[in-house]
């Protein structure tokens, strides 16, 4: 609403009138102005049209059409699977420091750890049939459950895993990127 000069006397009576007049008036309806566009057009009546037309000469030779990628969108991609040297190699170079007493028995155990929490059905059917975040969630929850039943077999590695977050992370990571067919 707009400021008005009062030194005109009507205009001064019409907005005090029209300010305690626009309360009493009713409000407007709103319309869901989007309801029946779809019905509105005539998509039927859309067609592809030729604009030019080009000539294309093709080699007379031999050719192959590549298929399409399976890393696209559309196509599934392959698991990334990683010798069980490389995972340790990766675990040594990450954990090395750490002085284990059995260092055999621990990485026997870590090694068996991906093959452990990918026989849970709940896991498998995570893996299968959820989201990326939903899948990690089950994935570090049956790692906690094999972790905790392998616990009495070699409490360091317990240890490590609870007192040592970027151990804990690293396993975590592993076990969620093993992919068991």
Same mark, same amino acid.
């Given at each position: 609403?707009?400021?008005?000069?009062?030194?005109?006397?009507?205009?001064?009576?019409?907005?005090?009138?029209? +300010?305690?007049?626009?309360?009493?008036?009713?409000?407007?309806? $709103?319309?869901?102005?989007?309801?029946?566009?779809? $019905?509105?057009?005539?998509?039927?009546?859309?067609?592809?049209?030729? =604009? &030019?037309?080009?000539?294309?000469?093709?080699?007379?030779?031999?050719?192959?059409?590549?298929?399409? /990628?399976?890393? &696209?969108?559309?196509?599934? /991609?392959? /698991?990334?699977?990683?010798?069980? &040297?490389?995972?340790?190699?990766?675990?040594?170079?990450?954990?090395?420091?750490?002085?284990?007493?059995?260092?055999?028995?621990?990485?026997?155990?870590?090694?068996?750890? /991906?093959?452990?929490?990918?026989?849970? $059905?709940?896991?498998?059917?995570?893996?299968? +049939?959820?989201?990326? =975040?939903?899948?990690?969630? $089950?994935?570090?929850?049956?790692? =906690?459950?094999?972790?905790?039943?392998?616990?009495?077999?070699?409490?360091?590695?317990?240890?490590?895993?609870?007192?040592?977050?970027?151990?804990?992370?690293?396993?975590?990571?592993?076990?969620?990127?093993?992919?068991?067919?």
């Amino acid at each position: 609403m707009c400021d008005l000069p009062f030194g005109n006397v009507e205009w001064e009576k019409l907005s005090i009138f029209l +300010n305690l007049l626009l309360p009493k008036l009713p409000s407007p309806q $709103e319309e869901d102005f989007s309801k029946g566009i779809l $019905e509105a057009i005539d998509l039927e009546s859309y067609r592809a049209e030729a =604009q &030019t037309k080009v000539a294309i000469q093709l080699e007379d030779a031999d050719a192959n059409v590549e298929p399409v /990628p399976v890393s &696209t969108a559309k196509g599934k /991609p392959e /698991p990334e699977m990683d010798l069980l &040297t490389n995972i340790l190699i990766s675990f040594n170079e990450m954990f090395g420091n750490i002085a284990w007493k059995d260092a055999d028995n621990v990485r026997r155990q870590i090694a068996a750890i /991906p093959a452990m929490v990918a026989k849970d $059905e709940k896991y498998q059917n995570a893996m299968r +049939n959820s989201d990326r =975040q939903n899948a990690r969630m $089950e994935s570090d929850r049956v790692l =906690q459950q094999v972790i905790l039943s392998i616990m009495a077999d070699n409490m360091e590695l317990f240890k490590q895993f609870n007192d040592n977050p970027s151990f804990k992370r690293w396993i975590a990571d592993m076990v969620f990127s093993f992919r068991c067919h």
